[in-house]
T-cell receptor
């Protein structure tokens, strides 16, 4: 079984709808992240969480919110989806500590299309 | 500001040959980590290799090695004996002090039979 799972894997929604993307991990990591990937732009950070009570905005948090329900679960919400939020969304996890322990492990991604 | 630059949007390599993918970075942090990820057409992000700024030796993982030149702020990925399955996007990334990664824009590698 995959260590980092994301649901749904694909989603089509309409402008103005609220949607939630979910992420679960079995790696036992404290740190979790949400990224979005747009063609030609690499991955950009939306939100990150170092533990259940620690939530931080990334570089492109406008229009998004998150919830860390448990150590293993981190959800991303689009309160009112707009077409330019069409992208590939990744959840990632990492252990704390320095060096190679900071390696981030990614879920399979969610392809979101906002019409 | 921290930044990752990958100047090769696309690269071609003949099967069984070696290829180098370029990555330069900019940071004022005294300690940092550099990563390479592979993204095949299926979309997942696969961790390949890590290099710490204080590591004395260049990192190696199987056919992957990292040519780390600290003074030049470069961390190039070398893939030896290329295989058709190596065709993918490759991203260089650096971990920031907050713990998140910043990514380059990627290099698309195509391996020709």
């Amino acid at each position: 079984d995959a260590d980092v799972t994301q649901t749904p894997r694909n989603r089509i929604t309409k402008t103005g709808k609220r949607i939630m993307l979910e992420c679960s991990q079995t790696k036992g990591h404290d740190r979790m992240y949400w990224y979005r990937q747009d063609p030609g732009l690499g991955l950009r950070l939306i939100y990150y969480s170092f533990d259940v009570k620690d939530i931080n905005k990334g570089e492109i948090s406008d229009g998004y919110s998150v919830s860390r329900q448990a150590q293993a679960k981190f959800s991303l919400s689009l309160e009112s989806a707009i077409p330019n939020q069409t992208a590939l969304y990744f959840c990632a996890t990492s252990d704390q500590g320095g060096g190679v322990e900071e390696t981030q492990y990614f879920g399979p991604g969610t392809r979101l299309l906002v019409l | 500001a921290q930044k990752i630059t990958q100047t090769q949007p696309g690269m071609f390599v003949q099967e069984k040959e070696a290829v180098t993918l370029d990555c330069t970075y900019d940071t004022s942090d005294p300690s940092y980590g550099l990563f390479w990820y592979k993204q095949p057409s299926s979309g997942e992000m696969i961790f390949l290799i890590y290099q710490g700024s204080y590591d004395q030796q260049n990192a190696t993982e199987g056919r992957y090695s990292l040519n780390f030149q600290k003074a030049r702020k470069s961390a190039n990925l070398v893939i030896s004996a290329s295989q058709l399955g190596d065709s993918a996007m490759y991203f260089c990334a650096m971990v920031r002090s907050q713990g998140n990664l910043i990514f380059g824009k990627g290099t698309k590698l195509s391996v020709k039979p």
